[in-house]
């Protein structure tokens, strides 16, 4: 028997004809059925397995291959994705001096006289200002991409702009030009927008739904992970010495010749393939690789009710959000606590780290170790948080991330302003840093991010993602600017504003957030109508099996 026999769904289920595509179940059914009949009669007394059968693709799914392909989509995504954001985050912080040395030594070769300090303070403003600003410009160039390209192919196109970075970063010091650095920023901050929105989306649309949570987490932890790494190689024993800062900033190449080299081999998003694009034969042998033998009939059987329910409309564009009565619970939390994470203070707990190290007598030249600390809270928090997420649900987690917050961030403002009557104050003040890290990474740094995946249909999710990157993105530029000042302005208490945002985010998940933990999107769209329309009983967004044949934005 020649196992590796292709089976055929039949001339009707072409891609070039998306329009006269079947159900996707029966072309399951048959072609399994199919696969069947090639087996011998006694394959059950044999222990053949349906994991044994030949796949009606032309490959055959073994039991050890199950999981592995998701695990790896997982991975590769996330490598190039937020891993990229959070490593250039943090790495610029070590060759700051340098940077401004390699400025001011420029524009004296340039003109033969130094440049005054204030403008030295400007341009490093801008260098570390242009990031976010990339940032915005990439999560409105995320949504086009993904419905234009597909998720995956939008993953693998963004490292265009890694690689220019790349190439100037490395090249800038031999060119003699910070004006090449300004714009290297400006590039992996268009990178970091871009995944930042694609990678959840990507990974919340082919995780099955009993892991949707844990696998849209892991955008958290590669994020959380490329701050650890990027602190790391940012060590003076590494790459952090005042010669090699073109190679640290140059580094990034490395995260996206991986994800080049391994996304590629992966599946693209079940949901995209089958509803933007009407491809359900690609649908199949996407979802037969990403779930190895599983019995698939349930998520078939979701996927088909999910197309009818999309009926044929087209993606949604940004501000139509905001004028859509049906989705107007779903926009409020996500900016509501998509601003929240944002200005809740984990950003500027990471800005006093280093201060309140250095009060707590820890040796200057060891403060970066310490530091390297904060990042490793986040990551461990994070891994916690993925592991017990589908377990305790998304409001938990959020509420009691941001409760927790609230705790640690009072103690921490009594810490400061008691710390010159008491010796030991410092101390208090630096382990509840660690602990609002630790509070941050379990709810708020990987929930609020599953949000638009959760919250909207295939329709709304691309736009949702947008408007959900130019929040944060916009938020982050903001609380980078107006932190200094908050500081100058508050003293000790510069703490009060950020603890009321928590407050705030932890209240309207109580009152407002629905759980999604364990419901398929069909029944999350359900639940929302229901919300947003009481006296509705079922959504008039049925309109039959209709098959969307593109979801231009």
């Known amino acids: 028997m020649n196992r590796s026999r ?3 769904l039949g001339p009707s289920h072409r891609r070039r004809h998306p329009q006269s595509h079947g159900n996707l179940l029966s072309q399951w059914n048959s072609a399994l059925h199919a696969a069947r009949m090639e087996c011998p009669r006694d394959s059950s007394e044999k222990g053949l397995l ?83 600003l990339g940032g915005l410009l990439g999560a409105l160039l995320a949504g086009p991409l993904a419905i234009t390209l597909g998720r995956k192919k939008s993953l693998l196109v963004n490292n265009i702009f890694v690689v220019a970075a790349a190439t100037l970063f490395g090249f800038s010091r031999r060119a003699g030009s910070f004006e090449m650095v300004m714009l290297g920023r400006l590039l992996v901050g268009v990178s970091a927008g871009v995944s930042m929105n694609v990678q959840p989306m990507y990974l919340g649309e082919s995780a099955p739904k009993e892991l949707r949570g844990a696998v849209a987490m892991t955008s958290a932890i590669f994020t959380a992970l490329g701050i650890v790494m990027g602190q790391v190689v940012g060590l003076r024993e590494l790459l952090g010495g005042p010669q090699a800062w073109p190679l640290l900033l140059a580094s990034c190449l490395v995260p996206g010749v991986l994800q080049l080299a391994s996304l590629p081999l992966l599946p ?64 409020a939390s996500l900016v509501v606590l998509g601003g929240a994470m944002e200005l809740c203070g984990n950003d500027a707990v990471y800005s006093y780290a280093s201060a309140m190290f250095v009060q707590a007598r820890i040796p200057p030249e060891k403060v970066q170790y310490a530091v390297i600390g904060t990042g490793g809270c986040e990551l461990l928090a994070t891994l916690v ?88 993105w916009t938020m982050l530029f903001l ?53 947003n329309f009481p006296g509705w ?12 044949q593109s979801t231009e934005l």
């Open 385 to 472: 948080s993925c592991v017990v997420i589908e377990r305790v649900g998304r409001r938990v987690l959020l509420m009691g991330g941001y409760c927790l917050m609230t705790c640690w961030g009072s103690v921490f403002t009594a810490a400061l302003c008691l710390q010159s009557s008491f010796p030991w104050m410092p101390y208090l003040a630096m382990s509840c840093i660690f602990a609002f890290i630790l509070s941050f990474g379990i709810g708020p740094a990987g929930v609020t991010g599953i949000l638009a995946t959760e919250l909207f249909d295939q329709t709304a999710r691309p736009a949702a993602y947008m408007v959900c990157g130019v929040l944060m």
């Open 479 to 531: 609380v980078g600017l107006g932190f200094p000042f908050i500081m100058e302005g508050l003293s000790h208490f510069l703490y009060v504003p950020f603890l009321c945002v928590c407050v705030c985010a932890a209240v309207y998940t109580f009152f407002f957030l629905p759980e999604t933990k364990g419901k398929t999107f069909l029944e999350i769209s359900e639940e929302l109508y229901r919300l």
């Open 50 to 132: 349906d994991s044994d059968l030949p796949s009606p693709y032309g490959f055959r799914l073994g039991r050890k291959f199950q999981g592995w392909v998701l695990l790896l989509t997982i991975c590769a995504a996330g490598i190039g994705g937020t891993f990229q954001f959070g490593y250039n985050l943090s790495i610029i912080n070590a060759p700051t001096l340098y940077i401004q040395e390699f400025t001011n030594e420029t524009w004296q070769m340039r003109t033969g006289r130094p440049l005054p300090d204030h403008l030295v303070l400007l341009v490093w403003s801008l260098i570390v200002s242009l990031y976010p």
């Open 268 to 331: 693209e998003s079940p949901r995209y393939l089958l509803i933007d694009r009407g491809d359900s034969e690609a649908c199949l042998a996407a979802l037969q690789r990403l779930r190895g033998p599983a019995d698939l009939a349930g998520e078939l059987a979701e996927l088909e009710q999910e197309r009818a329910a999309c009926g044929g409309r087209r993606a949604r564009r940004p501000w139509e959000l905001f004028g859509d009565r049906a989705l107007r619970r779903q926009v």
């Open 537 to 548: 009983s079922q959504s008039p967004m049925w309109r039959g099996p209709e098959v969307v």
């Open 6 to 8: 292709s089976y055929s």
